[in-house]
């Protein structure tokens, strides 16, 4: 998991509560990500960045919100959480947004465990 | 919408014992690839593979990729308790899914002693 930092690695909320993920890399990737892993689900793309200022809508994209201020960080917000958010949210970076081949690795964060109740 | 099925879901087998994880998809993919996650880490990529009909060996590991680019499988030969873990394909369709990746439900493989 060279380069993607996320914290919290761990993180309670109640239902309505706001928070916010964080994600950095040091790699001058271009494109980041941010997915979501569920049992039986493999990891969903919630939303995804090409560059700074650029943000799309992945395939799970209702009840978040990011931003790409800078080429290194993209936060991933909750604002108003639900117990249908509990997941593991993984962060990943490539230098380009594909294609994805032996040139352009992507490379995954630790995770970050949500639970809300 | 691009999908992934991969199979098994589960995989419990005895040290030693060869293996096959299936991936398939009723879409084309630009490429797909193969990672493994191990338990409280993110994804760590395998191999990618590209090209139609392409087969890519990684020691023990031969990945392989369907002539019409919608499905892959991974052979695992003698497999090792070190080969326990989860094994996710995912795939880029290219195209207007430029910078989305989509992986399958993944496999859950444990090797015993």
New interface residues.
Partial sequence: ?AG?TQTPKFQVLKTGQSMTLQCAQDMNHE?M?W?RQDP??????IH?S?GAGIT?Q??VPNGYNVSRSTTEDFPLRLLSAAPSQTSVY?C?SSYS??????GN??Y????SWLTVV | ?QL?E?SP?FLSIQEGENLTVYCNSSSVF??L?WYRQEP??????LV?V?TGGEVKKLKRLTFQFGDARKDSSLHITAAQPGDTGLY?C?G?A?GTS?????????TILTVHP
């Avoid at chain 1, 947004?97 to 032996?102: R, V």
């Avoid at chain 1, 995954?108 to 995770?111: A, D, I, K, M, V």
């Fill in positions: 998991n993607v494109y990500s997915y039986g689900m493999g990891l969903r793309l995804y090409v799309d992945g395939e993984f990943a947004p594909g294609p994805w081949d032996s690795t992507i995954f964060g630790e995770g | 919408t992934l991969q879901q630009s490429s690839q409280g880490e993110g994804p760590v990529l990618t590209v996710l995912a880029n290219g430029y910078g989305k990746l989509t992986f399958g439900q993944g």
